[in-house]
């Protein structure tokens, strides 16, 4: 399940996205570490 605080996520190509990618500890994962199938499912 994807997490959605209340917290900005800056991605790479300098888009601001309201929401912050996990792993399954919690833990927010860099932008480098998302997956084409993670940017899928966001719609990126």
């Given amino acids: ?3 959605q ?3 900005t996520f ?3 190509d300098g ?3 309201p ?3 996990q792993d399954q500890q919690g833990r927010p994962l ?3 570490s998302l ?3 993670l940017q899928k499912d966001l719609n990126l």
């Fill in 1 to 3: 399940m994807i997490q």
């Fill in 5 to 7: 605080p209340d917290i």
């Fill in 10 to 12: 800056i991605f790479s």
């Fill in 15 to 17: 888009g601001v996205h």
């Fill in 19 to 21: 929401r912050v990618i």
């Fill in 30 to 32: 860099t932008t480098g």
């Fill in 35 to 37: 997956s084409q199938t």
